[in-house]
């Protein structure tokens, strides 16, 4: 499953269709949510996926529901709620997150995203524009090609810094290699340019040749105009009498948008950069043996957790697996040490 995001310009009339269906997605998340734990507290039942979608197809709150969302987006809702389910159920059985929250699924104040679940059923783009059911057409930039064949759900965001986007994953998996026994994926793998990776501080990646990447630090060598931004966020408030109602200047929800947009452009270099350098390695290399990292361990020393967070050591791995199709392994430094000696 691979997954694309194309920003969108949507109109005024389109936001507020929008902020409706948020709106209603939120609504449909804690009733569900309210009648899942009743029925597993007071009956010890558990509701599938199928059961909740009745429950939206015969709640009384269905005419305002359905008028502004399309089914899907709804159903989408019942789906989410019952993998947030399974997530917290797998991290109470995980030995790492013993003295950690677990994440049980909670009431939710605001959602920001919808999802359709099926391609050309509410969901279709036309030309330069993506067509919505409920919505309508809306601008969207599509900076690269990709099957149309292929696309399974399409999801709608909208950040923080008010920017929206059309997320699309598709299903291109490597099937011929999910077929493949342990034995026979090892004689498929490549081993004609194979190379060793070790991450770092420093320098983001050593490799085995010698060459070194240095790390380019964007979060660390941006932290002066950072505290600028938080400044400013916290110098904008208003006062009536004695009380101070930060949350209702407008000056202090601008300085806020900046701040946001700020982060949000430390985000987008960091990924530019790993994104680059995950290709050079495709290109030039067939085979990665990659070192195993426990992230979360070393990120509580508090001395190298900023210098940790700010290389985003697990982003790049994933890049490169994905891009390599499957051609790395996280624990064969050894079977590239002994690759090394025969050669």
Request: aromatic share 12%; with cysteine.
């Amino acid at each position: 499953m691979r997954t694309y995001n194309f920003r969108i310009y949507p109109r005024e009339k389109h936001q507020k269709r929008m902020f409706k269906m948020f709106n209603n997605c939120k609504e449909v998340w804690n009733e569900l949510l309210v009648e899942k734990s009743n029925a597993w507290k007071e009956n010890k039942i558990n509701i599938s996926s199928n059961e909740l979608d009745k429950i939206i197809v015969n709640h009384p709150k269905k005419k305002e529901w359905y008028k502004y969302n399309q089914s899907h987006t709804l159903q989408n809702v019942s789906k989410r709620l019952i993998d947030s389910y399974t997530g917290f159920f797998s991290r109470c059985k995980n030995s790492s997150f013993k003295n950690k929250k677990k994440g049980y699924p909670k009431e939710k104040k605001k959602v920001f995203s919808f999802t359709f679940k099926e391609y050309e059923n509410g969901c279709k783009i036309i030309g330069n524009k993506l067509f919505l059911s409920k919505i309508g057409n809306i601008c969207i930039i599509m900076h690269r090609k990709i099957p149309y064949d292929k696309i399974s759900t399409i999801t709608i965001k909208r950040k923080p810094s008010g920017k929206w986007f059309a997320c699309f994953s598709l299903d291109i998996n490597n099937l011929e290699k999910e077929k493949l026994t342990k034995e026979e994926l090892k004689q498929s793998i490549d081993l004609s340019h194979p190379i060793g990776i070790d991450v770092g501080c420093s320098n983001i990646v050593n490799l085995s040749n010698n060459l070194q990447i240095p790390n380019p630090k964007y979060y660390i060598k941006s932290q002066k105009r950072l505290k600028m931004f938080q400044r400013r966020v916290s110098r904008k408030h208003i006062k009536v009498g004695k009380k101070v109602f930060s949350n209702k200047s407008n000056n202090r929800r601008k300085a806020v948008i900046k701040l946001v947009r700020f982060h949000e452009k430390i985000d987008n270099q960091r990924d530019d950069f790993q994104h680059k350098l995950s290709s050079w390695f495709v290109k030039n290399f067939t085979f990665f043996a990659v070192e195993k990292l426990n992230i979360s361990n070393m990120i509580k020393n508090h001395c190298l957790a900023k210098s940790i967070q700010d290389s985003s050591w697990g982003s790049l791995i994933q890049k490169i697996e994905y891009k390599s199709n499957g051609n790395m392994c996280p624990q064969c430094a050894t079977q590239f040490n002994k690759y090394k000696k025969n050669e």
